[in-house]
């Protein structure tokens, strides 16, 4: 007898600093992202191809939710929630 495994769609959100309801920016992928942990620096200056505005944001709260879809998938979507500071050296530091 095999056991199948149901398919798993990944979600991740970053939400504008301080706010749990504007979303930044999603990303979707077949495979989970990193996790995410309050205190952690996001810096998305780093890439000069990105697609999305450069920011430097710290993750204030993380909410992972996991339900199970009609078609029988499962979606993992993680909110992150975050505070922005007037630069990288600042939110290092804690002074935000």
């Known amino acids: 007898m095999s056991e199948e495994f149901l398919k798993v769609q ?3 959100e970053i939400y504008e600093p301080g706010s749990a309801d504007d979303v930044w920016v999603t990303f979707r992928s ?3 992202l990193f996790s995410f942990s309050k205190g952690d620096i996001i810096n ?3 890439d000069p191809n990105a697609t999305f505005p450069k ?3 710290k993750v204030v ?3 992972h939710m996991i339900w199970e879809m009609d ?3 499962i979606k993992n979507k993680i ?3 975050t505070e922005s500071g007037k630069n990288t050296r ?3 530091t804690g002074l935000v």
Request: glycine content about 4%; aromatic content about 8%.
């Open 61 to 63: 709260a993380v909410e």
């Open 90 to 92: 600042e939110l290092r």
């Open 44 to 46: 998305t200056g780093m």
């Open 55 to 57: 920011r430097v944001l």
């Open 79 to 81: 909110c992150v929630f």
């Open 71 to 73: 078609d029988s998938s």
């Open 30 to 32: 077949q495979t989970p």
């Open 10 to 12: 990944y979600v991740t």
